[in-house]
């Protein structure tokens, strides 16, 4: 019996640390499009407070929000663009729903994120890395990069 309990919790634990969580922000830490470096510069009216972790200021943020599956990107020189997702084990794709912009600026962001996805884990689940056929986005939770931080800082005080 012993054995079975241990072959149990062996096995949670494994199967928990590979899920990948999506839900909350991601830092973009590069990106291409055919093939050649990019990277968003999102344009917006609208009023956000931002927290930005140091040596990240002024980053671009994707905000996946996995309870209504829906998804925020920055804009290439236009506004952010909300789109809907959907995910299997090794890939995500993304869609417009009603309300989706259709206005002309927001051209390029909808080429480079209206697509299907292939979903590499990097080293672990704090790193994603999103391919298609003309798109790669290498990202990092933010989350994991405050946790980082915080641990330095505590660190430096002992």
């Given at each position: 019996?012993?054995?079975?309990?241990?072959?149990?919790?062996?096995?949670?634990?494994?199967?928990?640390?590979?899920?990948?969580?999506?839900?909350?922000?991601?830092?973009?830490?590069?990106?291409?499009?055919?093939?050649?470096?990019?990277?968003?510069?999102?344009?917006?009216?609208?009023?956000?407070?931002e927290f930005?972790?140091?040596?990240?200021?002024?980053?671009?943020?994707?905000?996946?929000?996995?309870?209504?599956?829906?998804?925020?990107?920055?804009?290439?020189?236009?506004?952010?663009?909300?789109?809907?997702?959907?995910m299997s084990?090794?890939?995500?794709?993304?869609?417009?729903?009603?309300?989706?912009?259709?206005?002309?600026?927001?051209?390029?962001?909808?080429?480079?994120?209206?697509?299907?996805?292939?979903?590499?884990?990097?080293?672990?689940?704090?790193?994603?890395?999103?391919?298609?056929?003309?798109?790669?986005?290498?990202?990092?939770?933010?989350?994991?990069?405050?946790?980082?931080k915080l641990?330095?800082?505590?660190?430096?005080?002992?």
């Amino acid at each position: 019996m012993k054995k079975i309990t241990l072959l149990l919790l062996v096995f949670a634990v494994c199967s928990c640390q590979n899920k990948l969580e999506l839900d909350g922000n991601w830092v973009i830490i590069e990106m291409a499009h055919y093939g050649e470096k990019v990277y968003p510069e999102t344009i917006s009216n609208e009023f956000r407070v931002e927290f930005n972790v140091d040596g990240y200021d002024g980053a671009e943020k994707v905000r996946f929000n996995a309870a209504d599956s829906t998804v925020t990107f920055p804009g290439f020189k236009s506004d952010y663009l909300d789109l809907k997702f959907s995910m299997s084990t090794d890939s995500i794709h993304f869609k417009g729903f009603d309300g989706t912009s259709k206005e002309e600026s927001h051209k390029l962001t909808k080429r480079t994120f209206l697509r299907d996805f292939e979903i590499v884990n990097e080293s672990d689940n704090n790193y994603l890395r999103l391919n298609s056929d003309l798109t790669i986005i290498r990202m990092v939770k933010e989350e994991y990069l405050l946790e980082e931080k915080l641990d330095d800082f505590f660190n430096q005080l002992r």
